[in-house]
Nanobody, 128 residues
Framework: QVQLVESGGGLVQAGGSLRLSCAAS????????MAWFRQAPGKERDFVAA????????YYADSVKGRFTISRDNAKNTLYLQMNSLKPEDTAVYYC?????????????????????WGQGTQVTVSS
């Protein structure tokens, strides 16, 4: 079992930055692939970014590539999402998710049903 708690959301102007954190409980964090998803009002939950167990490989949605950076600190059981050059269309509830390290990383990371563990979400609002 992995329990996940996100923090760091808030209100920011377009062009600004935020860093989200996801604190994980349990001893299995370092053996899990991790990801961030987001869900805007009235829309489906979308993939944002994923990271491998050791953090050496990452994968991003095209909409955030070059602006967002996913990282992890296994010693602190924490996942991060650094968000720069924020746009109003980035407004959403952001969720972190955990899954086992099985299957091809790049072809399966963007499927939300691959992740059995989810946090409760943190709201990010970008004003224009």
């Amino acid at each position: 079992q992995v329990q996940l708690v996100e923090s760091g959301g808030g209100l920011v102007q377009a062009g600004g930055s935020l860093r989200l954190s996801c604190a994980a409980s349990g001893r299995t964090f370092s053996s899990n692939r991790m990801a961030w998803f987001r869900q805007a009002p009235g829309k489906e939950r979308d993939f944002v970014a994923a990271i491998t167990v050791g953090g050496r490989a990452t994968y991003y949605a095209d909409s955030v590539k070059g602006r967002f950076t996913i990282s992890r600190d296994n010693a602190k059981n924490t996942l991060y999402l650094q968000m720069n050059s924020l746009k109003p269309e980035d407004t959403a509830v952001y969720y972190c998710a955990a899954r086992s390290a099985s299957g091809d990383f790049y072809s399966t990371s963007h499927y939300s049903n691959e992740y059995p563990y989810w946090g409760q979400g943190t709201q990010v609002t970008v004003s224009s």
